[in-house]
């Protein structure tokens, strides 16, 4: 075949890729209009948006990762095949000196605050002796770098769930996912029960560690998934490199549980049982093309932060938890245990961790990471534990507040104006009802009046007999910031009557309200 020939159909078949691949005109104008968005930010976006838009991708991916099966390599785009059939992604050596130092800190933080601190570290896909990975193959550091950091604590009281799921190569076949980085449920559930025996006689539960209900296995059972999924570093290599994980199953309580979950940034209300309250069927029940990667978050994806209440739980204590990926389905299972639970992530939550720590004011702070955090490249946001210097605070009550029904869909209170860039607030309700309407929660919310746009909301619930809190930090950027309370959902309010009781604002030193 004339070789010009070949060269021109090869250039119509590339400029039909990037042409489907690349991003709009108004979405690179989008970028450019970004604040301090950079040419380099913007060549960023653009290799990004081209490999995740790439026409076919999910099949050049099974193709590339099916010949390099039949070429017997093990490795594809980044991905190491173990010698059980597992993959995974092997990690570096690292320096752990300042995450370390910034871990010593924040306990010494939460000891001077009055709660309990604990470190868990959970495992890597790669066992204690390495005899998984292949001879003559890359090199993985991950429990080096776990020992390295473990090493440097002070003064910190530490868990290590790897004896418990990693320490041989049979326990990764039998507590990981074949195709994801993760742990499966099985892993998950082991290392659940036995950090909540840590965690129980911090709490001054020693007496109650072998009678409660959701720590006895014979009082779970499990469902099964129901597909296969392809998991993280599988939609690497594709099916045909590894195959798929089959017969998944997670754990559902036997128990009664009455569980509420609130995810303020994707604005999720759940309230109900374990299974109304935890299980995602969204995110498992598509069919495998276009959603290969959700076996994992049956329990849910990473969010910003959740607040978790209990009303049955055994112990009535507050945990924060601090947490990566792998901890998603051991915080769910922990809410059967504990009536409130703070849990936060800052690679995606822009808030100081030492204000959450005084305005939640947990009886237990927990952080929980797997080695691969100390990576750099999440290094950077796992431990920018922010906001720890010494800081007095100021507090203001008011006993009882109305919000009339008007027809207002945005229907609100204001609870304090005047807030400062660069502060934080907190905001306590002992209880608040509905006195007119069927609104199922009222929406609190720090809000910015000039540019009329919300900040940080979280609802309310009506009728909790515990009290529920709030808390923000103000952004730096100048502003006229002001926390509101509204009579229903916001934007829903309409016609709704609402009572508050017990209010308790709580500001910190540089956050002193203007008069």
Request: glycine letters at 8%.
């Amino acid at each position: 075949m004339d070789r010009k020939f070949i060269a021109a159909l090869s250039l119509l078949w590339l400029s039909l890729v990037v042409a489907w691949s690349v991003m709009t005109v108004a979405e690179i104008k989008g970028v450019k209009g970004e604040k301090g968005a950079s040419l380099k930010t913007l060549a960023g976006r653009l290799h990004g948006e081209m490999l995740e838009r790439f026409w076919r991708k999910d099949d050049f991916i099974d193709i590339n990762g099916g010949w390099r099966r039949l070429l017997r390599q093990r490795m594809c785009n980044g991905a190491l095949k173990l010698d059980n059939g597992y993959i995974t992604r092997v990690t570096p050596r690292v320096n752990i000196d300042s995450a370390a130092s910034r871990m010593n800190k924040l306990a010494s933080f939460c000891r001077k605050n009055g709660g309990e601190f604990l470190f868990v570290m959970f495992p890597s896909k790669i066992d204690a002796g390495k005899t998984l990975l292949p001879a003559g193959g890359p090199a993985d550091f991950s429990n080096e770098n776990a020992d390295a950091f473990i090493g440097r604590l002070s003064g910190v009281e530490v868990f290590d769930t790897r004896p418990l799921v990693s320490a041989t190569a049979d326990d990764v076949t039998r507590y990981y996912f074949k195709t994801d980085h993760h742990w499966n449920f099985d892993g998950a559930f082991k290392a659940y029960q036995a950090i909540a025996a840590k965690m129980l006689p911090m709490l001054g539960e020693d007496s109650a560690c072998g009678d409660l209900p959701p720590l006895d296995g014979n009082n779970w059972h499990k469902a099964a998934l129901g597909r296969p999924f392809l998991g993280s570093v599988g939609r690497r290599t594709g099916c045909l490199f590894a195959g798929m994980d089959e017969d998944v199953s997670y754990f559902l309580p036997g128990f009664e549980t009455a569980i509420s979950v609130k995810i303020p940034r994707r604005q999720i209300f759940r309230r109900g049982n374990f299974r109304e309250a935890w299980i995602f069927e969204e995110n498992f029940a598509r069919p495998v093309a276009g959603q290969k990667d959700c076996g994992y978050g049956v329990y849910g994806l990473d969010y910003a932060a959740i607040s978790v209440y209990n009303a049955l739980a055994p112990v009535k204590k507050r945990v924060l938890v601090i947490k990566d990926s792998y901890a998603i389905p051991v915080y769910a299972f922990l809410s059967t245990l504990f009536s409130e639970m703070e849990i936060v992530d800052l690679r995606h939550l822009h808030a100081g961790v030492g204000n959450i720590i005084r305005l939640f004011k947990p009886d237990l702070t927990c952080v929980m990471y797997n080695p691969v955090a100390l990576n750099p490249e999440n290094s950077r946001k796992l431990f920018d534990f922010s906001g720890m210097r010494e800081m007095k605070t100021r507090v203001k009550t008011l006993q009882e507040l109305r919000i009339t029904a008007k027809p207002s869909p945005y229907n609100y209170a204001v609870l304090s104006g005047g807030l400062k860039p660069g502060s934080a607030v907190g905001c306590t309700v002992r209880k608040i009802d509905i006195a007119a309407g069927d609104a199922r929660f009222s929406t609190i919310a720090l809000y910015e009046r000039t540019r009329k746009k919300v900040i940080a909301a979280d609802s309310l619930e009506f009728g909790r007999e515990s009290p529920q809190t709030f808390f923000a930090d103000v952004p730096e950027v100048d502003g006229s910031y002001q926390l509101l309370v509204f009579a229903g959902e916001r934007g829903k309010a309409a016609g709704n009557s609402v009572v508050l009781q017990g209010i308790s604002m709580e500001y910190l030193e540089k956050n002193l309200p203007n008069e």
